[in-house]
């Protein structure tokens, strides 16, 4: 069975840093573009950043370019999210998703474009 399973959510408070691991069972996650998603209550859900397959081209939503860094251990399966300078604009459920073979993260503002999800880990920016 196909699985991404996000962790590292937690309170911060604002200026702090966070990294959130999204890890994949089932499958080699080297092989898939991996993306990174927030939504926060009443909001869509957008997309924050995106890591191509089998390279390691990063693109990042504007709103956190110099902020936010998306990486991959290929020895552990795992890409994480490393956050700094949290804001409180920033707390939102976090959830990583990929798609097999997508070499320039192309789509990687939509959702649609990403079949497989994890189920969310919560970030919570407070003083």
């Known amino acids: 069975q196909l699985k991404l399973a996000e962790s590292g959510g937690g309170l911060v408070q604002p200026g702090g840093s966070l990294r959130l691991s999204c890890t994949a069972s089932g499958l080699t996650l080297e092989n898939y573009a991996t993306a990174w998603f927030r939504q926060s209550p009443g909001k869509e859900r957008e997309a924050v950043g995106c890591i191509s397959s089998a390279g390691s081209n990063t693109y990042y939503a504007n709103f956190v370019k110099g902020r936010f860094t998306v990486s991959r251990d290929n020895a552990k399966n795992t890409v994480y999210l490393q956050m700094n300078r949290l804001n409180a604009e920033d707390t939102a459920v976090y959830y990583c998703?990929?798609?097999?073979?997508?070499?320039?993260?192309?789509?990687?503002?939509?959702?649609?474009?990403?079949?497989?999800w994890g189920q969310g880990t919560q970030v919570t920016i407070s003083a």
């Open positions: 998703a990929s798609v097999e073979r997508n070499f320039y993260c192309s789509g990687y503002k939509e959702p649609n474009t990403f079949p497989l």
